[in-house]
């Protein structure tokens, strides 16, 4: 451009330009963060925050309510374990007690069977019943060995019972009277309970039962002492077969 160029054709030369566009920004043209910024106004502040506390409340009682139906739920499935436990246990001792007139007499045959083979000096025969003797009793009647305590059973078993082959003895401790503590020793509580002697062998019918509300008042019988203890997840009682 000639420096020396006049005023009034400098004017002209604008005057030719294209108009400037409008930067001056408007409401859509605003950044979104300016609408969240410190200079959020007070009512609409007011209300984000009167929305938010709403939101919260709604999630809160929504979780709580969620979880007081989880509660009932846990409870009423708890009860219908416990009662299929009881029915369970009730079915498979009534069986029992059906088949054990005809079962007592198979192995009193059975036995003397073995006798009189072992009499004759057939050993061999003699042992093979005794063997398939000790197979019945497991296989017919779930028979198991001495298992020591109950302790290896938790709440869940609750109302069922169990055969076990036990030998009477008073070495070892016990709590309670009738029941007793889950780790009490099953043999000397079925001598305490009178249903083995001590020395005496023979099948014994444990029932799991709730301890967790019971006291274990202990007493003297049958030459065992059982002591005192207070609540205990899982007890049982004894019953000779």
Do not use: C
Request: proline share 3%.
């Amino acid at each position: 451009m000639n420096l020396l160029l006049g005023f009034p054709q400098l004017l002209s030369r604008l005057a030719e330009l294209p108009p400037t566009p409008d930067r001056t920004p408007t409401a859509m043209q605003l950044d979104d963060d300016l609408l969240f910024s410190d200079e959020m106004p007070a009512d609409a502040r007011e209300l984000l925050e009167r929305a938010e506390r709403t939101v919260t409340e709604v999630r809160t009682q929504s979780a709580q309510a969620i979880a007081g139906y989880r509660d009932v739920a846990e409870r009423e499935i708890a009860a219908i374990r416990l009662r299929l436990n009881a029915e369970e246990a009730a079915v498979q001792l009534g069986a029992s007690r059906e088949l054990s007139p005809l079962l007592r007499d198979l192995f009193s045959r059975l036995k003397a069977l073995q006798a009189n083979y072992a009499q004759a000096g057939m050993i061999d025969e003699a042992l093979a019943i005794r063997a398939r003797l000790r197979t019945l009793r497991a296989d017919l009647f779930g028979v198991k060995s001495d298992p020591g305590s109950m302790s290896d059973y938790s709440s869940s078993d609750v109302g069922k019972s169990f055969l076990f082959e036990l030998v009477g003895t008073n070495e070892g401790n016990i709590w309670g009277t009738d029941a007793y503590t889950g780790d009490s020793r099953v043999a000397v509580a079925a001598v305490h309970s009178g249903s083995l002697r001590i020395g005496e062998r023979g099948l014994v019918r444990v029932t799991i039962v709730d301890g967790s509300e019971r006291v274990f008042d202990g007493s003297e019988r049958h030459g065992i002492r059982s002591m005192d203890y207070g609540n205990y997840t899982v007890a049982f009682q004894t019953e000779r077969v």
